[in-house]
């Protein structure tokens, strides 16, 4: 399904992720002992929602003939008093769209592929290379 390497690099807590010819730099802020080169893992994580948002409307909206114009997703994620993680996401689009409209798109991002993975969890294992 995805397959994603991180190495690390001369720079501590820097690390150079690649996927399918594509990268980018991973690392924490200058506050948590990091260069600020890259985004955080959370960052990463509420990018990989955002992104699977804004893909998956687009492609709802294109199967429907709706115009979205530009689209944008702001998300972000705070813990409650138990240590639960919980995420917010606003939506905006620059086309003028109906109530209706917006309802169905908010019962479409319910269900992307990675909101419904984050929200199950996954099965992750480990082993020595």
């Known amino acids: 399904m995805a397959h994603v390497q991180v190495v690390s690099t001369a720079t501590p807590y820097a690390h150079r992720i690649t996927s399918r010819g594509h990268a980018l730099t991973a690392d924490e802020p200058v506050s948590l002992g990091g260069g600020d080169q890259g985004m955080a893992p959370f960052d990463l994580y509420l990018a990989s929602l955002a992104a699977c948002t804004a893909i ?73 290379a």
Do not use: C, N
Not at 75 to 90: I, M, N, P, W, Y
């Open 56 to 128: 998956t409307l687009r492609m709802y909206a294109e199967k429907k003939g709706w115009e979205l114009g530009e689209f944008s997703a702001s998300l972000s994620s705070q813990r409650d008093e138990t240590g639960k993680l919980h995420v917010h996401r606003a939506l905006g689009a620059s086309a003028p769209l109906t109530d209706a409209q917006w309802e169905r798109l908010l019962d479409v991002v319910a269900r992307t592929p990675v909101t419904l993975v984050m929200r199950e969890g996954a099965v992750i294992t480990s082993a020595r």
